[in-house]
């Protein structure tokens, strides 16, 4: 199976991780026992994928990211360099909270800027779009733009990642996938 994903040999694969086809780990990153890792990902310099971390298909993690115990990202997800998880909501060095740990889960197609912060147990939504540095400490809506610290939605973004201006109506169409999306009742789909 090691024929079929390619590992820097700087990097370290621990026995038992579970990595698919066309996948690319390079310099400096380890991979857990328990890990499981799509295929098609590409996985940066200096990455450490902890145990019980599941990783989907066509993934891309940049230089620099901790992917803790707890996170599972789902296909076509974007982690941006340097960005943050954590997996304790109170952590001390002199209290054992392995058993604290929360799940945060990254739907389809959803992108982390750079240096942004993820804290632990939220739900960051399908095609979600969180900004550079920004520090998200609740659950993210499908679609929405978010800023700042802490961070605040600003809009809507389409699956292609464009700003969607919507109507009166309630309506918005992206030009770069030729599709529409409708907002209700707080939230937005794309219009099959």
Avoid at 45 to 68: L, M
Wanted: aromatic letters at 8%.
């Amino acid at each position: 199976m090691q024929d079929t994903f390619h590992v820097h040999p700087s990097s370290w694969v621990d026995e038992g991780a579970r990595i698919g086809a066309g996948t690319h780990i390079w310099h400096f990153s380890h991979v857990m026992p328990t890990a499981v890792i799509g295929e098609r990902c590409n996985i940066g310099q200096n990455v450490f994928i902890d145990n019980r971390v599941t990783i989907g298909n066509g993934v891309k993690i940049q230089n620099n990211v901790s992917v803790y115990n707890g996170v599972e990202v789902e296909d076509d997800v974007f982690l941006g360099p340097s960005m943050v998880f954590t997996n304790v909501i109170n952590p001390r060095s002199f209290v054992e909270r392995k058993s604290e740990f929360r799940r945060t889960l990254l739907k389809k197609g959803s992108t982390v800027g750079a240096n942004a912060t993820i804290v632990c147990g939220v739900e960051i939504g399908a095609y979600a779009l969180i900004g550079a540095g920004a520090v998200i400490i609740r659950d993210v809506p499908d679609h929405a733009m978010m800023v700042g610290n802490p961070a605040r939605q600003i809009g809507w973004i389409s699956r292609t990642g464009e700003k969607l201006s919507f109507d009166e109506e309630g309506s918005a169409w992206c030009a770069v996938e030729g599709k529409s999306y409708r907002l209700e009742n707080g939230g937005v789909t794309q219009v099959e």
